[in-house]
Structure formats: structure tokens, C-alpha cells
T-cell receptor, first 111, second 112 residues
């Protein structure tokens, strides 16, 4: 079964620190991977999309990497701010029409 | 540009009642999806439509039906609501497989 795992489920970090969120998946034959942000009571917003042929994508203070051979992706957030507090989810497309989601990491940035 | 619009935002049903959740996108996307989100279980796919006129079951289709009315609209129907269907429901759409997925703001459904 194709599965996506995110550990830890929750993370608290002081403001200003750099941090890394983890995502692992069971099948290396992926089509692409997306990182999403979800604020409480809101929908999901796509942050970064990495195609299977890419190693990383960057947007502002965010950098996502992809290592298919080890079944891992990381989301790096530089110089964290209180506004970064949210739940971050990764989703993998294993080559069909559907995305498989991890359960997310709830991030709290402490001022 | 509204993106993906879901209605209603909140709904309370009694066991056995029926209702339809509406979803519309204005991005000319081909594929549309219905997910449910439950604490500790992440997002689970209920049904999806890869193109106008087609629908397929996802991971948790039991108790639901869908209709892809046209390219813009994809509705989810609960024929006889059960307490186990209490959840937050999200509609999403995508143009092509290699593009970003766009979500609606969700429907909070409680079944008493």
C-alpha cells in the first residue's frame, strides 16, 4: 500500500530559528510531491510542487527537497516567524489521478 | 478569481437525512476531487472525477454519491447521513497531473 508519513505530528520552535519538516513515502516511483499549508478552519494552500525529475524547489523562505531513492522529502523554513504557525501537509502523486496525503505536522512558532 | 467555491460552509443534519454539498471551480480544470478530513487521519479521498462525464471511487466512497454536472461543478451527496460522516469535507481541483492542486475552504458537517 502506498503511504505517506509525517513525523513529528507537532513541533514548537522559537521565532527566528530555521526548521525542517519531514515527509516519507513508501514507493519511490512517484510522479510529483506537494507541500501544503493549512490554517485552522481553512482549506489547504499549495506551497511548493516538486516533479519527480527535480531535486528541490524554492519559494521565498521555503525550500523543499526530494530524494526518491530514500523515499523522503523535507520542507525547510528559514528564519521562522509567528505567521508561519500552521499545519503543513505533504501529498504524493504515485502516478495515478489521486494524491495521497500525510497526516501533517502542526507547527507553532513561539514569539 | 474565486478559485474553488464550496457551499455550504456549515451544516448540521440528523441521522437519516440527505444533503448535497456543492463545489464549483472557475479555473477550467479537468479533474475534481472530494476529500474528508478527520482528526488524526489526514485527508482521505471519497470520489474523484478525472474529466467531465467520468467519476471514480476513492479510498472511502461508501455512503456517498457524486455528480460531475459539467466541467465546472462536482457535487457530493449523502443519501442517508450517519454520525460516522461527521467530518470536514473539501473539494479540490487540478488542471493536469503535474500541476498544483487547489482546494475550497471546506464544509463542516455534523450528523447527530
Amino acid at each position: 500500500k502506498q503511504e505517506v508519513t509525517q513525523i513529528p505530528a507537532a513541533l514548537s520552535v522559537p521565532e527566528g530559528e530555521n526548521l525542517v519538516l519531514n515527509c516519507s513515502f513508501t514507493d519511490s516511483a512517484i510522479y510529483n510531491l506537494q507541500w501544503f499549508r493549512q490554517d485552522p478552519g481553512k482549506g489547504l494552500t499549495s506551497l511548493l510542487l516538486i516533479q519527480s525529475s527535480q531535486r528541490e524547489q524554492t519559494s521565498g523562505r521555503l525550500n523543499a527537497s526530494l530524494d526518491k531513492s530514500s523515499g523522503r522529502s523535507t520542507l525547510y523554513i528559514a528564519a521562522s516567524q509567528p505567521g508561519d504557525s500552521a499545519t503543513y501537509l505533504c501529498a504524493v502523486n504515485f502516478g495515478n489521478e489521486k494524491l495521497t496525503f500525510g497526516t501533517g505536522t502542526r507547527l507553532t512558532i513561539i514569539p | 478569481n474565486a478559485g474553488v467555491t464550496q457551499t455550504p460552509k456549515f451544516q448540521v443534519l440528523k441521522t437519516g437525512q440527505s444533503m448535497t454539498l456543492q463545489c464549483a471551480q472557475d479555473m477550467n480544470h479537468n479533474s475534481m476531487y472530494w476529500y474528508r478530513q478527520d482528526p488524526g487521519m489526514g485527508l482521505r479521498l471519497i470520489y474523484y472525477s478525472a474529466s467531465e462525464g467520468t467519476t471514480d471511487k476513492g479510498e472511502v466512497p461508501n455512503g456517498y454519491n457524486v455528480s460531475r454536472l459539467n466541467k465546472r461543478e462536482f457535487s457530493l451527496r449523502l443519501e442517508s447521513a450517519a454520525p460516522s460522516q461527521t467530518s470536514v469535507y473539501f473539494c479540490a481541483s487540478i488542471g493536469y497531473l503535474g500541476e498544483k492542486l487547489f482546494f475550497g475552504s471546506g464544509t463542516q458537517l455534523s450528523v447527530l
